[in-house]
Nanobody
Framework: QVQLVQSGGGLVQAGGSLRLSCAAS????????MGWFRQAPGNQRAFVAA????????YYADSVKGRFTISRDNAKNTVSLQMNNLKPEDTAVYYC???????????????????WGQGTLVTVSS
């Protein structure tokens, strides 16, 4: 199991950009599919994006496709989420997560993730 520590986030105007990062501990990082989820106030946690162990495969929620990019650097044990053209409806607490049982195409299945970051707040003002 890996430990995940997030950084990034904050307040941005609509149309702006933010980058979230997630640093993982442990030597087995490259064996995990990594995902990003978000939870807006009063809403359930929602899938955002997932990336394969190699970084070669990515999968996105329709709501962020074309605006967000997930990537990973296995040499540095990090996964990132570049968020462009942000909208007020993107406001949420964002979480990175790791799973050893899912492929990236199944990355929307949040109950199968083994480890979670602490969460970071992203606020998009209109």
């Amino acid at each position: 199991q890996v430990q995940l520590v997030q950084s990034g986030g904050g307040l941005v105007q609509a149309g702006g950009s933010l980058r979230l990062s997630c640093a993982a501990s442990g030597r087995t990082f490259r064996s995990y599919t990594m995902g990003w989820f978000r939870q807006a106030p009063g809403n359930q946690r929602a899938f955002v994006a997932a990336v394969s162990w190699s970084g070669g495969g990515t999968y996105y929620a329709d709501s962020v496709k074309g605006r967000f990019t997930i990537s990973r650097d296995n040499a540095k044990n990090t996964v990132s989420l570049q968020m462009n053209n942000l909208k007020p409806e993107d406001t949420a607490v964002y979480y990175c997560a790791a799973t050893s049982t899912l492929s990236y195409r199944e990355g929307w299945r949040d109950t199968e993730y083994n480890s979670w970051g602490q969460g970071t707040l992203v606020t998009v003002s209109s």
